[in-house]
């Protein structure tokens, strides 16, 4: 069974303050992405990852994916309230015939004014 | 906006009753997901319809019926649950990871809040 580990599963920080959370699988995965969930709300795809040692920035968020494909972090710059929401990692199985994605139990991210 | 929308938002209903769940996608894609979100659990995947055949059923009780009529539209129809069963309902949507290169990029709508008393 494959299985996506996200640490930490809670992290309560100040305003200002960087961040990184993480995505560890034995498995390789043809691509990766990360969504951001809110409460009350389906989760939103923040980027998604496909080659092995790939960086991707989106505004103070940088995505990483592992040079095995088995890995992923996500590092907030300066973070914010908005930032505030639950951050699901999930992996596409690879050579999987259906393409289900495998999803972490999430971090949830709180970010105190 | 998503382009993926779910009806109702909420639903309280007792063990005998009968619902259904409705989502609906705009971005015109050709695979559709039902998902259940539950406390301190990972997403979990309840059906796949993919070109409007389901072609994952991941052990779900025959209590969850899904049915879609056109790629567009997908329901979740509901018999007999049990308390245990209340949880985050999410639809989602993608273009079929073979048309995609292989990425599947879902776009999930807000969910409905299910609660079984």
Not at chain 1, 6 to 24: A, D, K, M
Not at chain 1, 58 to 85: E, V
């Amino acid at each position: 069974t494959q299985l996506l580990e996200q640490s930490p599963q809670f992290l309560s920080i100040q305003e200002g303050e960087n961040l990184t959370v993480y995505c560890n699988s034995s498995s390789v995965f043809s691509s990766l992405q990360w969504y951001r969930q809110e409460p009350g709300e389906g989760p939103v795809l923040l980027v998604t990852v496909v080659t092995g040692g790939e960086v991707k920035k989106l505004k103070r968020l940088t995505f990483q994916f592992g040079d095995a494909r088995k890995d992923s972090s996500l590092h907030i710059t300066a973070a914010q309230p908005g930032d505030t929401g639950l951050y699901l990692c999930a992996g596409l199985n690879y050579g999987g015939s259906q393409g289900n994605l495998i999803f972490g139990k999430g971090t949830k991210l709180s970010v105190k004014p | 906006e998503t382009g993926v929308t779910q009806t109702p938002r909420h639903l309280v209903m007792g063990m005998t009753n009968k619902k259904s769940l409705k989502c609906e996608q705009h971005l015109g894609h050709n695979a559709m997901y039902w998902y259940k979100q539950s406390a301190k659990k990972p997403l979990e995947l309840m059906f796949v319809y993919s070109l409007e055949e389901r072609v994952e059923n991941n052990s779900v009780p025959s209590r969850f019926s899904p049915e879609c009529p056109n790629s567009s539209h997908l329901f979740l129809h509901l018999h007999t649950l049990q308390p245990e069963d209340s949880a985050l309902y999410l639809c989602a949507s993608s273009r079929t990871p073979t048309l995609a290169g292989g990425i599947n990029e879902q776009f999930f709508g807000p969910g409905t809040r299910l609660t079984v008393l």
